[in-house]
């Protein structure tokens, strides 16, 4: 074993995180359902959402037979939907190709929907103790920084040289402890900024450390500016108050999830609300944009808020129309920057 694995180990054992809800009974269902919600998101916010779907999924089978929209409600604020939508899918595929068990084959695993190597090797080396190398951006950060590798970690060749790195360093024995302890030391030490040095079990031999290369560290990628988009998304009142929602299509930008109807940018809004949805429209007001940012552009979306007359007829409830009773509790998947819409009328 490696002074790094070693050092590790030992620092997990005291300074770790233990008694995390995933940990507790680790088979590969929870530990799959942790690690899906920790990508992008941090511990803390991810323990309430996790306890609420196991309490409502308890096992593979619930989820598989789960209505999609029942997950993306439960799923509703912790953003990057597409990863609940993959958790069903999977779920459905393990029920019809794995008889309902879920696969401990590392290339398996893989073939899953929304599973990557990096999340594939820590579900089976957390749950089973299989020696599998894991390399989520923690991991990246901490092993760039302790062996000064240059160079931009989402490049090909960079990233191969961190696997082959990884897989050296990960331990022949107690894997799960030694993945838990390399995905802590990223997540509480080797911060993104300002690392504690200081309580690092391996600084005697790290390089950004000697060097005080931290914060150049793992290095950053050459993007231009990202661009912006605009939408316009259009808050229909009908006479007794209701907003008019639309299920969005299942693929592209909060596919599945529940929104206001969005209006093409070039068209009228007025006409285009009486054609599409065969109501009268009284009165049309803007409101303020507001922004969301994606990874690859900024959404800017102009609310604007129109009332139809009693008389419309036109737009009835069905799997893809939903008339939202303002005081009723939403028990559907949503967007948040629609969510912050709605609570903001
Ligand atoms: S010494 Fe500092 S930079 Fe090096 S691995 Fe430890 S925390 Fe990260």
Redesign the pocket.
Known sequence: MSNFSRGLLKWQRVNGRHGLPWQLNPSPYRVWISEIMLQQTQVKTVIPYYRQFMKQFPNLKRLAKADLDEVLHLWSGLGYYARARNLHKAAIQIMEVHKGRFPTDIEEVIQLPGIGRSTAGAILSLSKGQRHPILDGNVKR?LT??RGINGWPGDKKVEDILWQLADELTPNQRVAEYTQAIMDLGAT??TRSR???QD?P??ND?F??KHRQ?TMLPSKRIRKTIPVKQAIFTIIKNHRGEILLKRRPPTGIWGGLWSLPECPMDEDIKKWIEQHFASKVTSVKEGPIMRHTFSHFHLDIQPVQVNISAKSIGIKDSGEIYWYKPEDKLSKGIATPVARLLQDL
């Open positions: 901490v920084r302790h030490v080797c690392p504690a040095c690092c391996v600084m790290c950004a450390y931290q």
